[in-house]
């Protein structure tokens, strides 16, 4: 199994995912997702989970590694750009929007993609999908360790995508 985005040029996501990009909610959260195609997924998948983190956001974040966007019972293998937005046929969880570092964003407007704004210098997004054998028992809202306790023992494959973002533009 592997992804593939559109998204990505010359290892870098493309602005309009993030910070330089021209679709903010009301906090100034980025909400313009990344486009992805998983391939290669593995015989009796159901459905696919996707986890989207910054793990270089740890020294600037105060300890914890960043979430922009987890998603659960996508039952396809290519998301549109925007679909954080316009799709409902998958639900989301919270991201790091909620934290205190966030600017505690409740949880109805943090359960999306939350473009990338790293503060320093370039980070490093990883984005994983995981191939399941079952649908799981979440709603938008749900938590990071309820998707990572229901995946446990149905996980199948998963795969890593790997891009940069820069802090300022070049």
Not at 44 to 55: P, Q, S
Not at 72 to 96: C, H, P, Y
Not at 110 to 129: F, I, R, V
Request: glycine share 10%; aromatic share 10%; hydrophobic share 40%.
């Amino acid at each position: 199994m592997h992804i593939t985005s559109n998204g990505i040029i010359d290892g870098h996501f493309a602005d309009r995912y993030g910070k330089r990009g021209a679709q903010f909610n009301e906090h100034g959260m980025p909400t313009f997702s990344i486009p992805f195609s998983i391939h290669d997924a593995p015989e009796g998948a159901a459905t696919f989970a996707i986890v989207l983190e910054d793990k270089d956001a740890y020294p600037v974040s105060g300890g914890f590694v960043w979430i922009h966007w987890i998603a659960a019972n996508i039952e396809r293998t290519d998301i549109g750009e925007n679909e954080s937005v316009l799709a409902r046929d998958f639900v989301q969880g919270a991201n790091s929007w909620t934290s205190m570092q966030g600017g505690q964003q409740s949880i109805e407007l943090s359960s999306c993609y939350g473009g990338m704004c790293p503060p320093d210098a370039p980070h490093l997004y990883e984005l994983t999908a995981y191939a399941l054998d079952t649908r799981l028992d979440l709603e938008n809202g749900f938590m990071l360790n309820e998707l990572f306790h229901q995946m446990d023992g149905h996980v199948l494959a998963h795969a890593t995508l790997k891009a940069l973002y820069d802090a300022e533009k070049e």
